[in-house]
């Protein structure tokens, strides 16, 4: 047996209101006997409104998984390739939880081959405006009642080759007969020759307008290539989505989710409409000339080719020095260029050269990071671009593995309404104590400015906070 529980305490200075929230995962195994429980807590502070409201869950798996096989009923997470036909997962840093419902089963055949058939319900949780939501919640229900039927084969016969395919079927409530369903069904392929490994996938589409029927295709596919040779590599992406995205209906209150989440090639995670109207590359260099000296260099550009106003381009470089084992020095410097990314912003530029130093003395630890951003921002109301700059100061001290803490301080030279609420500095002290090698408790007193944020080509507009927040990680 063994699990994590992560409990959460925020109390908010403006108005004293407060947000508790727990997540406990356990899971279990007796021979070829496998369980798990799931506990999902989120309770804010009365009075409730349209977008606070509490989210109580309580999650089961039971599998029987010997050697050659595995059958699955239950919570559980799956991604079919890379994601352009089918796409759930946990991320704790995002608080973005996709999970499918249902039954599972896996067939591990010789020549490293495997076979999945799953049917199933997807549960979309998303933490958004400082409270989580069911993102595909209907006006009845706590999850969708759409239907999930998945197949996925994937085979890696010989060291330098693999394959693979895969087929879902989403029956839909907005569906105006039973065979107006959508479908998703595509390949991958692998080859490694050598330093060389590349990798394709492409995805078909074919559904139905919702409510309206009529038939409705998307495409799409993904391009990946690595060399490496000896400390140096090279990582190449192209993409290109065109209504891949399923759904890719955005509703009245700016709700939206993916049973697809295809990969973004911009490294910081930023996508136009995640598979709707996407193509790009992105490319990453990185070496080590010497032992003490790394390099890193990346260019991402994504666009969309029936709206030529949409599009992200990123650079970023990135060099890193350590002085033996004691000393780390680390530089970088990222541009981007993002075009009708954000709501309500035509465009806005960015320039941010970041520093970051370490040093490693016996038991104690002493960090300093610090960036400065130069912003040009177009909100296209016929009005001058406003330019302005952000920063961000740390220092952190840490003794052994029991205590970290930390003073930090971030800070803009303009009064935005409309982004920041006004406010133009953002002090915070943050302690990190680890009570026993399983028990973990982190304390933050100040203010965190919100902004624009995306992971893994989800993005979102997250709300600033001012006050308290404690965190207790528990693992046993």
Not at 27 to 33: A, F, I, T, V
Not at 96 to 109: A, D, P, T, V, W
Not at 392 to 413: H, K, N, P
Request: hydrophobic share 35%.
């Amino acid at each position: 047996m063994q699990g994590t529980n992560k409990a959460e305490f925020w109390l908010y200075e403006q108005d004293y209101a407060t947000h508790l929230e727990d997540k406990l995962d356990l899971n279990l195994r007796y021979g070829d006997l496998r369980g798990g429980l799931g506990l999902f807590l989120y309770e804010p502070s009365k009075p409730w409104d349209a977008v606070r409201q509490p989210l109580r869950l309580l999650d089961y798996t039971v599998a029987y998984s010997p050697k050659m096989l595995e059958v699955l009923y239950g919570k559980f997470f799956q991604t079919f390739g890379k994601g352009l036909a089918l796409r759930t997962y946990s991320d704790d840093d995002f608080r973005h939880y996709k999970s499918l419902n249902g039954l599972r089963f896996i067939g591990r055949l010789p020549r490293q081959t495997e076979l999945v058939l799953l049917g199933a319900r997807m549960r979309d949780i998303f933490f958004q405006e400082n409270a989580y939501r069911v993102m595909n919640a209907d006006s009845v229900h706590a999850d969708t009642n759409d239907q999930v039927l998945g197949a996925n084969l994937s085979s890696r016969p010989f060291s330098f080759a693999g394959f693979g395919g895969r087929y879902v079927r989403v029956n839909r409530t907005q569906d105006p007969t039973p065979k107006a369903f959508n479908e998703l069904f595509g390949g991958d392929a692998t080859i490694s020759v050598g330093p060389v490994e590349i990798y394709g996938e492409v995805c078909q589409r074919l559904g139905t307008k919702p409510y309206v029927g009529g038939r409705e295709k998307g495409f799409g596919y993904y391009l990946t290539g690595t060399v490496a040779i000896g400390s140096y590599s090279i990582v190449g992406e192209y993409v290109d989505y065109d209504k891949l995205g399923f759904p890719d209906v955005v509703l009245a209150d700016r709700r939206t989710y993916r049973y697809t989440d295809p990969p973004t090639p911009i490294k910081s995670g930023v996508a136009i409409n995640r598979g709707v109207d996407e193509r790009g590359f992105g490319v990453t260099a990185s070496g080590t000339p010497t032992a003490p000296l790394y390099v890193e260099a990346s260019l991402g550009s994504l666009s969309a080719p029936r709206d030529s106003t949409k599009g992200v381009i990123e650079g970023e470089g990135k060099v890193r020095y350590s002085l033996g084992t004691d000393w780390t020095f680390e530089a970088k410097f990222n541009h981007m260029v993002q075009e009708n990314i954000e709501l309500h912003v035509a465009s806005r530029a960015t320039d941010k050269p970041t520093i970051h130093a370490n040093y490693l003395f016996g038991q104690h630890t002493f960090a300093f990071e610090a960036e400065y951003n130069f912003v040009t921002e177009d909100t296209g109301h016929m009005v001058e671009p406003w330019k302005y700059h952000e920063a961000a100061i740390s220092a952190s001290y840490g003794y052994g593995e029991a205590l970290l803490f930390t003073v930090g301080y971030q800070f803009v030279d303009m009064k935005l309404d409309r982004r920041f609420k006004g406010e133009t500095s953002w002090p915070v002290v943050e302690a990190v104590w680890s009570i026993t090698e399983r028990n973990m408790l982190r304390v933050r007193i100040g203010s965190e400015r919100g902004g624009y944020t995306c992971s893994g080509g989800v993005c979102r507009e997250e709300a600033p906070f001012s006050g308290i927040k404690a965190q207790l990680i528990s693992t046993f």
